[in-house]
């Protein structure tokens, strides 16, 4: 049984472009939450999704992020005219109920250059 | 605002002794609180948790003790090995705006753990 998987483990964009990220959960896993660790700092909550809904969304900034999580494949967090200041590990977690009890993902570091 | 303070950016403690993280919220509403160790170009794995009805819980090496009225926790290792090396978060969960819990956790910033031979 995989645990969560990123890919890809590492990110290279030029400023202006997409980065896609994507997110597969753990097997049986219908909950997904995206979390983000700019350097120095503790993670912080980005979305959490469901099949097909956007649950909460209270992290993600307003202009150029987005979130979804299909009934069939990953879960994509999609960043678009990446910026400098996007540069930082993009973690996923994944949970049968949506009270918590995590499986992290190893993370996606997006560099922008 | 940081609702979740991890006041200690590093601790450093001899192989054999007992190590110490300390946590702060501001929150009440948390319900449930949560010790995470995360190694580098790892994701965070999950360690040990409290509920907000206890006061302590154990796990083998690891202790989490919470004190509500002063909104602290902490997380005791002991005895402290050096394979313990690793970053601590400290994470929180409160309850949604119908009272119900769910899944959204506050991290703190970390507090760097190095335990030497």
């Known amino acids: 049984n995989a645990g969560v998987m990123q890919n890809p483990r590492h990110l290279v964009r030029r400023r202006g472009q997409e980065a896609r990220l994507r997110c597969s959960p753990m097997?049986?896993?219908?909950?997904v939450y995206w979390y983000r660790q700019l350097p120095e700092e503790g993670l912080k909550f980005m979305v959490y999704l469901q099949k097909e809904n956007i649950i909460d969304e209270s992290g993600m900034p307003k202009e150029r992020f987005s979130a979804e999580f299909p009934k069939e494949g990953p879960s994509i967090l999609r960043i678009q005219q990446v910026v400098r200041g996007d540069s930082a590990a993009y973690f996923c977690a994944s949970s049968v109920q949506g009270t918590g009890g995590y499986t992290f993902g190893s993370g996606t570091r997006l560099t922008v250059v | 605002d940081q609702q979740v303070k991890q006041n200690s950016p590093s601790l450093s403690v001899q192989e054999g002794r007992i190590s110490i993280l300390n946590c702060d919220y501001t929150n009440s509403m948390f319900d449930y609180f949560l010790w995470y160790k995360k190694y580098p170009a790892e994701g965070p794995t999950f360690l040990i948790s409290?509920?907000?009805?206890?006061d302590k819980n154990e796990d083998g090496r690891f202790t989490v003790f919470l004190n509500k009225s002063a909104k602290h926790l902490s997380l005791h290792i002991v005895p402290s090995q050096p394979g313990d090396s690793a970053v601590y978060f400290c994470a929180a969960r409160g309850l949604n705006a119908g009272g119900t819990s769910y899944g959204k956790l506050t991290f703190g910033q970390g507090t760097i753990l190095t335990v030497h031979p």
């Open positions: 097997k049986g896993h219908s909950h």
């Open positions: 409290i509920s907000s009805i206890k």
